[in-house]
């Protein structure tokens, strides 16, 4: 296992994220509705935190999205799904939404989200900011804003490494990993 960001790494990362984001709010005018949306489970707490940073330009539109029924993979993690709630509580027609993850690898989790999106409503552009961007793309889905891109080969990282994203409280320190995989889950 190697250690890739540890506690100061992570808000670094997510200062990093913040100020990508807000430069392209002032690109995009004036007078654009932005608000952040953080897929479950680390990715809501990416844009809790962006969300403090960012307070200016989102206020309180902040939200939490659950993908697990949106899954290409559902019928092979099957009864050990765990669906959570989404808590989107303003209406995001119209709205700049960035969409937020922790690690972006194949696409899928993306597409997901971004069809459970659609489904609560019509964003003006949904845009996608990842605290890391690993690579390995099956789909055709790239980052608007990736604090730590390792798809230039700056970091090393094997087929059979996963990168793992660890943040309080869901975890016991805010951490970047490298690991083996163990199988698939």
């Known amino acids: 296992m190697r250690s890739i960001a540890d506690q100061d790494g992570v808000a670094g990362l997510i200062d990093r994220l913040a100020q990508s984001i807000r430069r392209d709010a002032a690109r995009s005018g004036k007078n654009q509705v932005w608000a952040l949306v953080g897929i479950r489970s680390r990715g809501d707490l990416i844009a809790q935190r962006l969300a403090e940073r960012l307070k200016d330009l989102v206020g ?13 993979d559902l019928s092979e993690i099957g009864a ?9 509580t303003f209406d995001i027609d119209q709205c700049q939404v960035v969409l937020v993850d922790d690690v972006l690898m194949t696409g899928r989790s993306i597409r997901a ?49 996963v990168v793992e994203v660890h943040l309080k409280p869901t975890d016991d320190k805010d951490e970047i990993l490298i690991r083996r995989k163990e199988g698939r889950r």
């Open 60 to 72: 309180d539109r902040v939200g939490s999205l659950d993908i697990t029924l949106y899954r290409d």
């Open 113 to 161: 989200a971004i069809q459970s999106l659609m489904d609560i409503g019509r964003p003006r552009r949904v845009w996608l900011a990842v605290l890391v961007d690993r690579g390995g793309r099956e789909l055709p889905i790239a980052p608007d804003h990736a604090a730590l891109d390792l798809t230039d080969g700056s970091v090393p990282i094997a087929e059979d490494e």
């Open 80 to 88: 050990h799904a765990v669906v959570r709630t989404t808590e989107i």
